[in-house]
């Protein structure tokens, strides 16, 4: 992951916002994803963006790309207890070969 | 149910022993990955699959190996194991040219060497 870069952790209180940051290195990336870990399991796909746009939201998450600064962004709108998890940004020029940040530890307090 | 499956779910083994790990996927994907995930969560891309190529990475010990006996799998299997092979490794796959849709990760194997 030494290509994506993220801080480790991250901790709010229950109803506030969420916003986890993330800076990757290659400028030919063409999707960004954003997949979410919880204790004991598997990584799970939450959203991604595609390269050409600035902003994409559902529901809670709206996600952020600054393609000049190569900076992603995934803002939670009311956290929740049930969001805290290891949030993971990855890149990908073409599907077939993804980067990993190294995951941001959330920890949501009630 | 479609998903990514592995088995077992925990392996605890002790050194030098040889283990599989077995993943499945009913999803029709033509690519499926091996991850490793380290006590940091760090996660690292081991093999890389499909029908026409296997992309190793260069940094993994040739004690690793992927079998596929056909698309829908990829079983790693890992001789002579070490204390530092313990660690969370995770299958994964995706279909080549699905664009923003991924990778379908398996819920992991828990490897502990003693």
């Known amino acids: 992951g030494e290509d994506v870069e993220q801080s480790l952790f991250l901790s709010v209180r229950e109803g506030d916002s969420s916003v986890i940051n993330c800076t990757y290195t290659d400028s030919s990336s063409t999707y960004l994803y954003w997949y979410k870990q919880e204790p004991g399991a598997g990584l799970q796909l939450l959203t991604y963006?595609?390269?050409?746009?600035d902003m994409k939201q559902d529901q809670r998450l709206t996600v952020l790309l600054n393609k000049k600064d190569k900076h992603l962004s995934l803002r939670i709108a009311d956290t929740q207890t049930g969001d805290s998890a290891i949030y993971f940004c990855?890149?990908?020029?073409?599907?077939?070969?993804?980067?990993f940040g190294a995951g941001t530890r959330l920890t949501v307090k009630p | 149910d479609t998903a990514v499956s592995q088995t077992p779910k925990y392996l605890v083994t002790q050194m030098g022993n040889d283990k599989s790990i077995k993943c499945e996927q009913n999803l029709g994907h033509d690519t499926m990955y091996w991850y490793k995930q380290d006590s940091k969560k760090f996660l690292k891309i081991m093999f890389s699959y499909n029908n026409k190529e296997l992309i190793i990475n260069e940094t993994v010990p040739n004690r690793f190996s992927p079998k596929s006996p056909d698309k829908a799998h990829l079983n790693l299997h890992i001789n002579s194991l070490e204390l530092g092979d313990s660690a969370v490794y995770f299958c994964?796959?995706?279909?080549?040219?699905?664009?923003?849709?991924?990778?379908?990760f398996g819920s992991g194997t828990r490897l502990t060497v003693v």
């Open positions: 994964a796959s995706s279909q080549g040219a699905s664009g923003g849709r991924g990778y379908t």
């Open positions: 990855a890149e990908s020029i073409d599907n077939n070969d993804m980067r």
């Open positions: 963006i595609f390269s050409n746009m």
